[in-house]
C-alpha cells in the first residue's frame, strides 16, 4: 500500500533514504513502517499501533524498549564526558572498566578486549589480526580463512567477503580473495537419508579436512563461525558438530573465532553461544546485546598468544595501525557496562533458561500445522521453517515470496518477526513474560493460516 500522504513520514523516507536489507524498488512503492516509539517488549507504530518485537529489532534490543537505567547511564556519561578516543596512549576511564568487566565474563581466558562500533568492524578487525599475527609468526602463507555457507558475518568488504549469503556479494564484487567456503551445518537441509545427526557432523568435519588438505593446511589460518547462524536462518549445530570441527581446526593449527554477536549474552540460555556448543576460541566477536542496542558498540576478544604476538608485531612496525575513532566511545562503553550490570543484577542467564521452554515448546507445536517443515533453536532464539511438502521437504518456489508475506501476516496481526526466505526467525527481548509469549506465539498462529488460506 503506498503512503497515502503528500508529506508523510512514508512519502518523506520514500524520497530521502536508502534502506539497508531491503527490496529498493518494492520500497519505492510500500514505503516504511515508521515506528515512533517503545516500551517493554512493543513498539508503536507511527499511528499508534502496537507490534510485540518478537526480533528484539535485529535480535539486538535484549531488555527491550523500557530500560530507564541505560537512559541515565548514556546521559551521565554524556555530561561527564561525551567523547574521548583511545588512540595514542589515552583512554576514557569508563573504556578500562568495560574491558576488565568483558574479559571477566569470556567463556575462555581472553588476553584483551578491542572496541569497535559495529558486529561488521568487529569481525572485519578480527581478519586483519589473523593476518598481522601471521606475519609476526613468520608465516606469510598461512592467511586463507573459512567461513561456511549460510554463514553471517557482516556487510564491509571483509566481513560481507565472510558472509555465505548470495545477496550480500552478488555484484558488489566479493567475496575477496583467500576465502574459502565450507558446508552450512543444517541437518533438516542437507542430512543425507538414512543419516545420524552425528554423521552429519562427521560428514561436514571430513568435508572440512578435504578443504583444509586440499588447499594446504599452511596457506589456512582461521575459521569464523557463529555459534547458532543467525540470519542465515536460525541453524542449530548437529549434536558433535563444533567437538569435531574443533579437533580438525586444532590439528592443522588453524584458528576459531567464534562471532558471537546473536548469540552473546545470554541469547542461547548461557552467557556466550560458545558454551552453549563447548567452543574454545581463539577470538570471539561481539555486540548487539552488549549494550542492548541502546548505543552502537562491538567488541573483538582476543587470547593472550593472540595479544603477544601484536605486541610484537607493533614493535617491529612502530605502532599498531588500527582503530575506529569511536571505538571504546564512553558513552557507548557506559550504557554497556550498565547493561552487563543489570544481566548480573537480574540473572539474565537464569531468566532466559526459565522462560525459554514456553518460546521454544509453544513455537515446536507448531510442527503439526501443514506449512510447517522445520521448527529449530534454543534459549530466546528460533525459526520455522515453511515448506511446499512437509514428506519430501521440498521448498516453495522463491519467487513466490511465501516467507515474506507470512511476515506481513504476522505483522498486521500484532507482531513483528523476520522472514529469512521462508523461514521464520524469532529472537524477543530476554525480557519477554509468558503472557506476551503467548500473544507472540497466537499472532504467529493466525499468520500461518492466513498463509495457508492465500497459498489456495
Ligand atoms: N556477525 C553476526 C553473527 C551478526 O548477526 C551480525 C549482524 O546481524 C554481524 C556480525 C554484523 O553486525 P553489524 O550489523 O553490527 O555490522
Redesign the pocket.
Known amino acids: 500500500m503506498p503512503p497515502s500522504l503528500p508529506n508523510s513520514t512514508a512519502q518523506r523516507d520514500i524520497e530521502t533514504l536508502i534502506h539497508p536489507y531491503t527490496n529498493l524498488k518494492v520500497h519505492q512503492d510500500t514505503g516504511p513502517l515508521v515506528i515512533s516509539r517503545g516500551e517493554g517488549v512493543r513498539v508503536f507504530g507511527e499511528d499508534g499501533t502496537p507490534y510485540i518485537e518478537a526480533m528484539a529489532g ?2 539486538c534490543t535484549s531488555l527491550g524498549w523500557s530500560e530507564k537505567r541505560l537512559v541515565t547511564a548514556a546521559t551521565e556519561a554524556m555530561s561527564r564526558l561525551p567523547f574521548y578516543h583511545s588512540f595514542t596512549h589515552k583512554v576514557p576511564d569508563v573504556t578500562v572498566d568495560l574491558a576488565e568487566r568483558l574479559l571477566a565474563l569470556a567463556p575462555v581466558k581472553m588476553g584483551k578486549v578491542f572496541f569497535a562500533n ?6 572485519d578487525t578480527a581478519l586483519k589480526l589473523v593476518w598481522y599475527i601471521n606475519n609476526a609468526r613468520g608465516k606469510p602463507l598461512k592467511k586463507k580463512v573459512i567461513a561456511r555457507e549460510k554463514a ?5 568488504i571483509a ?1 560481507a567477503s565472510l558472509t555465505g549469503l548470495p545477496a550480500c556479494q552478488n555484484d558488489f564484487d566479493l567475496p575477496i580473495p583467500g576465502v574459502l567456503r565450507t558446508g552450512c551445518p543444517h541437518y533438516y537441509r542437507f542430512g543425507q537419508e538414512g543419516e545420524s545427526e552425528q554423521e552429519f557432523a562427521t560428514r561436514r568435519a571430513d568435508e572440512l579436512e578435504q578443504l583444509i588438505l586440499s588447499e594446504g593446511p599452511d596457506t589456512i589460518a582461521a575459521m569464523f563461525a ?1 555459534p547458532v547462524m ?2 542465515g536462518g536460525v541453524i542449530v549445530p548437529p549434536a558433535t558438530y563444533f567437538e569435531k570441527i574443533q579437533a580438525v581446526l586444532k590439528k592443522y593449527d588453524i584458528l576459531l573465532i567464534a ?1 558471537e ?2 548469540c552473546g549474552f545470554g541469547r542461547t540460555g548461557n552467557m556466550w553461544g560458545s558454551q552453549t556448543y563447548d567452543l574454545k576460541p581463539d577470538m570471539m ?1 561481539m ?2 546485546a552488549l549494550s542492548s542496542a541502546y548505543m552502537p558498540i ?1 567488541a573483538l576478544m582476543v587470547s593472550d598468544e593472540i595479544f603477544a604476538d601484536m605486541v610484537k608485531q607493533s614493535e617491529k612496525l612502530g605502532v599498531f595501525g588500527h582503530g575506529y575513532t569511536y571505538g571504546g566511545h564512553p558513552v557507548a562503553c557506559a550504557v554497556a557496562l550498565e547493561t552487563l550490570k543489570i544481566y548480573e543484577e537480574r540473572d539474565i542467564v537464569s531468566t532466559v533458561q526459565d522462560i525459554s521452554p514456553a518460546f521454544q515448546t509453544g513455537l515446536a507445536a507448531f510442527k503439526s500445522h501443514p506449512l510447517v517443515g522445520e521448527v529449530r533453536g534454543v534459549g530466546l532464539v528460533a525459526a520455522v521453517e515453511l515448506v511446499k511438502n512437509k514428506t519430501t521437504r521440498e521448498s516453495f518456489d522463491p519467487k513466490l515470496g511465501v516467507g515474506m508475506k507470512c511476515a506481513k501476516f504476522l505483522q498486521n496481526n500484532g507482531v513483528i518477526g523476520r522472514a529469512m526466505g521462508d523461514s521464520l526467525a524469532f529472537s524477543p527481548p530476554l525480557i519477554i513474560s509468558r503472557d506476551e509469549i503467548a500473544e507472540m506465539l497466537a499472532g504467529f498462529a493466525k499468520a500461518l493460516d492466513q498463509t495457508l488460506e492465500w497459498l489456495q
Open positions: 535485529l535480535w559495529s558486529g561488521s568492524e568487529a569481525v553471517y558475518h557482516g556487510v564491509t566481513s557463529e543467525g540470519a562471532d554477536v546473536i566477536t555486540a548487539k562491538s
